[in-house]
């Protein structure tokens, strides 16, 4: 593949807090926090433009007000904004509760995220691009899932590959298994963790998930945690890769972290399993960081 890597999805303002003890319900917890961008899709992006893709490029909508910082949060990490303003919604806001152990809770409240709207699509934003990938993030919402349908469609018009990455078990609960797949369809690569993996299959054990979905979609690279990732395709595993052994701080954006580096090295020629090895590594650098940006 060659040309630009072109990421739909979410933007966010994070609020990341670092808790060493449990939570203690009515009463006060000391914790670290602090306010970060972020976002799956554009933590992504950020990950894809560290990990060498020379092009990178970001549409996503925000609240008017915070147009300036999140660019220039963007420009700072390597990728070109396409950034919507919305006069009506404020910019997506996310709490990460980090404990002791870097595994985190999130309270997310999507704000202009999902009102990213087909109107602000148009294929003229595949011009010069590779690959397309879709934060899963966009198919909770009525607005934004048409969005991404019109960007799915387009791209494989144009012979763009898409990739799709189901972003959150709790919201694919909520949205529906039958629902996302049928939105999903016609992708290249989804990215699921074991979790989502699971629950798109309703299998247990995330190799049979991983076989599964490969059915449907013709790479899946699927992360495992501490496990590493493994990669497969029409019905078997192709490759496994492990993870880095490392202390982690904050486990936030590791999945985003091996997205991006995994499709920055897909862009650039790699094979899927050098790909995923790429994407460990990536991994493993994330979690040593608050937030989810390198």
Do not use: Q
């Not at 691009?129 to 991404?148: N, P």
């Not at 949205?175 to 299959?201: H, K, Y």
Request: aromatic share 4%; with cysteine.
């Amino acid at each position: 593949m060659t040309g630009a890597l072109l990421v739909v999805g979410d933007v966010v303002t994070d609020v990341v807090a670092r808790h060493r003890e449990p939570l203690a319900a009515a009463t006060d917890t000391a914790a670290e926090i602090r306010t970060l961008p972020g976002g799956a899709g554009a933590n992504a992006a950020c990950w894809a433009a560290r990990s060498g893709c020379p092009d990178v490029r970001l549409l996503g909508r925000v609240g008017a007000a915070d147009v300036d910082w999140h660019g220039s949060a963007l420009r700072r990490a390597g990728v070109r904004p396409l950034l919507v303003p919305d006069p009506a919604a404020p910019t997506a806001t996310v709490i990460a509760l980090v404990d002791a152990s870097a595994e985190r809770t999130f309270l997310t409240d999507s704000g202009a995220a999902l009102r990213l709207a087909p109107g602000d699509w148009s294929p003229d934003l595949l011009e010069g691009v590779g690959h397309l990938h879709l934060s899963g993030y966009l198919f909770f919402a009525d607005t934004s899932r048409g969005t991404a349908l019109a960007a799915l469609g387009d791209a494989r018009a144009a012979g763009v590959p898409v990739s799709v990455d189901p972003a959150s078990a709790g919201f694919l609960k909520e949205l529906g298994v039958a629902r996302f797949l049928s939105a999903a369809d016609g992708a290249a690569v989804l990215l699921p963790n074991a979790d989502e993996a699971r629950l798109l299959t309703g299998l247990a054990e995330p190799e049979a998930a991983a076989l599964a979905l490969s059915d449907r979609f013709p790479l899946v690279a699927m992360t495992l945690g501490a496990g590493g990732a493994l990669i497969a395709e029409a019905g078997e595993v192709t490759a496994r890769a492990a993870a880095l052994s490392v202390r982690p701080v904050d486990s936030t954006g590791a999945g985003d972290a091996f997205t991006g580096a995994f499709l920055a090295a897909r862009l650039a020629g790699a094979t899927p399993a050098a790909a995923a090895e790429a994407g460990c590594r990536a991994g493993a650098t994330a979690v040593r960081r608050v937030g989810g940006r390198p």
